[in-house]
């Protein structure tokens, strides 16, 4: 079965560090998104592709970098973890038109110490 | 203003009974519309899309009025396994028409 898978799925880092977060989707979809959801904001947009080699920002896109080398995988890398970016990161795909259902992976937990 | 705002709760009915949870959102260009439901600590799954003319999947009733900008989600003969927190989710043309989440609106069904 088609799936999105997210990894690691909870990660404990340091302030000044750098983190990659890895999501692979065997959907063969070509829309992918990154969020983070915290308490009292819901679900906000980081960074989202629409194809191999197309990266987009979201809302909250400062600190955060995504490449897309191929279909299946969006990594998210944060180039220097901050307290503030202790949250749970979801990646998304959708196939077809950007509106259409988006399918989730499971979360990464990340803490930044 | 938050594009998308609903009502946090939480809701705390009996089993057997009819709830309803509200949403607005402050984009008239938003053209797509949606419920999802995130159990705790897991991932957002799609509950139902939202259509202009209302629909209907088994006990659950979607409701869009785009005058108002205003959606609904009923919930007939709730279930103890209902107990979720449903997410508003609007497209925003802001963000290259992609979804904008609401907060989301906790309901627990009690036995």
């Not at chain 1, 990594?75 to 989730?104: D, I, K, M």
């Not at chain 2, 594009?3 to 938003?30: K, L, R």
């Given at each position: 079965d088609a799936e999105i898978t997210q990894s690691p799925r909870h990660k404990i880092t340091e302030t000044g560090r750098q983190v990659t977060l890895a999501c692979h989707q065997t959907?063969?979809?070509?829309n992918m998104f990154w969020y983070r959801q915290d308490l009292g904001h819901g679900l906000r947009l980081i960074h989202y592709s629409y194809g191999v080699q197309d990266t987009n920002k979201g809302e909250v896109s400062d600190g955060y970098s995504v490449s897309r080398s191929n279909t299946e995988d969006l990594p998210l890398t944060l180039e220097s973890a901050a307290s503030s970016q202790t949250s749970v990161y979801f990646c998304a795909s959708s196939g077809g038109a950007r509106n259409n259902e988006q399918f989730f992976g499971p979360g990464t937990r990340l803490t930044v110490l | 203003r938050k594009e998308v705002e609903q009502d946090p709760g939480p809701f705390n009915v009996p089993e057997g009974a009819t709830v309803a949870f509200n949403c607005t959102y402050?984009?008239?260009?938003?053209?797509s519309f949606f419920w999802y439901r995130q159990d705790c600590r897991k991932e957002p799954k799609l509950l139902m899309s939202v259509y202009s003319s209302g629909n209907e999947d088994g006990r659950f009733t979607a409701q869009l009025n785009r005058a108002s900008q205003y959606i609904s989600l009923l919930i007939r003969d709730?279930?103890?396994?209902?107990s979720a927190t449903y997410l508003c989710v609007v497209n925003s043309p802001n963000y290259g028409q992609n979804f904008v989440f609401g907060p989301g609106t906790r309901l627990s069904v009690l036995p």
């Amino acid at each position: 079965d088609a799936e999105i898978t997210q990894s690691p799925r909870h990660k404990i880092t340091e302030t000044g560090r750098q983190v990659t977060l890895a999501c692979h989707q065997t959907w063969n979809h070509n829309n992918m998104f990154w969020y983070r959801q915290d308490l009292g904001h819901g679900l906000r947009l980081i960074h989202y592709s629409y194809g191999v080699q197309d990266t987009n920002k979201g809302e909250v896109s400062d600190g955060y970098s995504v490449s897309r080398s191929n279909t299946e995988d969006l990594p998210l890398t944060l180039e220097s973890a901050a307290s503030s970016q202790t949250s749970v990161y979801f990646c998304a795909s959708s196939g077809g038109a950007r509106n259409n259902e988006q399918f989730f992976g499971p979360g990464t937990r990340l803490t930044v110490l | 203003r938050k594009e998308v705002e609903q009502d946090p709760g939480p809701f705390n009915v009996p089993e057997g009974a009819t709830v309803a949870f509200n949403c607005t959102y402050s984009n008239s260009a938003s053209q797509s519309f949606f419920w999802y439901r995130q159990d705790c600590r897991k991932e957002p799954k799609l509950l139902m899309s939202v259509y202009s003319s209302g629909n209907e999947d088994g006990r659950f009733t979607a409701q869009l009025n785009r005058a108002s900008q205003y959606i609904s989600l009923l919930i007939r003969d709730s279930k103890l396994s209902d107990s979720a927190t449903y997410l508003c989710v609007v497209n925003s043309p802001n963000y290259g028409q992609n979804f904008v989440f609401g907060p989301g609106t906790r309901l627990s069904v009690l036995p």
